[in-house]
């Protein structure tokens, strides 16, 4: 039996992964799942189609930071201990408005970065005592280097990459093991408004690739695989040649 949690549970690729432990749960390997997400509607959707393997719901909006760290506290008190935590959430925001504007450039640092550091300082102390645990948290190819689409919401990945790096240094051989899942394009709600091209992973791929990474003894992972070449060559690509590709330096 693990005890598992969701953090940012109405994200799409979130609710797929919960849909796929409840549905190990029903096959023979059995999970205890709490979902904390924003919308409370939603939240209660992913429940109703859960069933019993969900063991306890909350909704939150996670820039409420006190709020946030109860409803945590609450979800350790019920399930005694984390196995296994999932951080989901992310807003990619304006990128243009996020260039003038210093609430929305704010905002979307708040939400991918602030919240989750708030976050993972929680946990990291609730979890201390465990003999071991997992926490895996969802950031993005963005966060590899900084391109004129998404720079805002890139930096904030970007420096959530790094503060997840120290914390698996620091975590060490304690038991806590420390996952970083780069996400590449998703077909999501979060991506709606995009043109979709080959690129672009379903869902359920995404779902089931960071299911599977999860089990790993490898702990930072392109979600799917073929991005860390991808990224490679992206990151390490001289600024003035990068500059003279469209597809990477423009808009
Ligand atoms: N889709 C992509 O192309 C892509 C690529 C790389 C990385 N990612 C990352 O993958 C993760 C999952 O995204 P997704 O594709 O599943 O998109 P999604 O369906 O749009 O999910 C985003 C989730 O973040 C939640 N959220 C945003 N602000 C919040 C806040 N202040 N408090 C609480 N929850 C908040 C949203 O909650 P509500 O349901 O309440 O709105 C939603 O559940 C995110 O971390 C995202 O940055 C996505």
Redesign the pocket.
Known sequence: MSTILI?????????RIAELYGEASTAGQPHRIYLI???KE?VKGLLERLGEVVVGTD??????LPA?ELCIRKAYEQMGSFDCVL??????GDQLVSEKNIEEALSVI???LT?VVAQLVTLTELMANQPSGKIG??????GDRGRPRNYT?GAA?GALNIYLQGLRSVRWGSGLEVYT????????????D?EKNFS??T?DT?AKKIVQAFESRRYVHYIPGYWWIVMWVVRWLPERVFQKLGFLSDR
């Open positions: 953090l940012g549970a109405t994200s799409a690729v979130a609710g997400g924003r919308r939603a909704s939150v909006d996670f820039v409420d946030t951080i989901a959430h992310g807003v990619i708040e939400v991918n919240s948290v969802i950031t993005s190819v963005a919401y990945k899942f780069k996400l590449g394009p998703v077909d999501s709600p979060m991506t709606v995009h672009f992973s869902v995404a």
